[in-house]
């Protein structure tokens, strides 16, 4: 493991109905925990992860309230390049992506996010712990990056401006860019790719996991 209305974010043109390619992906973002149990795989209709070591109630994101509308505008800027449509109310059984914002990681040490580890396709949910993270701009980047972690299997990469770059105070602007990054380890070391490779390219690796309108 590493380190409400629905808003539509990218859509096609036209007034025919939308085709199946063409369905935006569904990202749920979760403020309020819940109960998750332990799976094989990832089932985020069903509340299973391949993450929770057993049953667990997660409590909600500790931050202020008055903080969540702004981390959720800061992801939807980020993301607005693709076609991924937001949402805050859980789609449930329509398949998803989530993030889990809860508190702390249940494993006792200070992460900040965990994600599925393996480098196969179709992971649904990823968790993002506000009880080690200081700042709303901190939250929105370790939220974002989990997510391309988790749905484009990318790795930690030494561009500062990037998202995947995990350096805490390198630029308080973070974007997915469209340039390679060598991939780098928590050290910010060159190493290789999770998935294979030396470098990667977050915005193109993202544009290939998500519907593109023709």
Known sequence: MRLGALVLLAACGGHDPLPDACAPAVLYLNPTGGMWDHGGRDDASANVSLLVDMPRTLPPWPKPTAEWPELVACMRTA????AIAITETDPSPAPHTELVFT?????GTAMTSIIPDSCRPGHEVAFVFGTAIAT????CHVALRAYAQMVANLSLGDRCEDVL???MDCTPDRFFTDIEATCVDA???PAPCRCGGTTQNSYQSLRAVTPVCP
């Not at 993301?79 to 693709?82: K, R």
């Not at 508190?103 to 494993?107: E, I, P, Q, R, T």
């Open 79 to 82: 993301l607005g390049p693709f």
């Open 136 to 139: 709303r701009a901190r939250a």
């Open 165 to 167: 770059n995990d350096q």
């Open 187 to 189: 050290a910010n070391q």
């Open 103 to 107: 508190s702390s990681y249940w494993g």
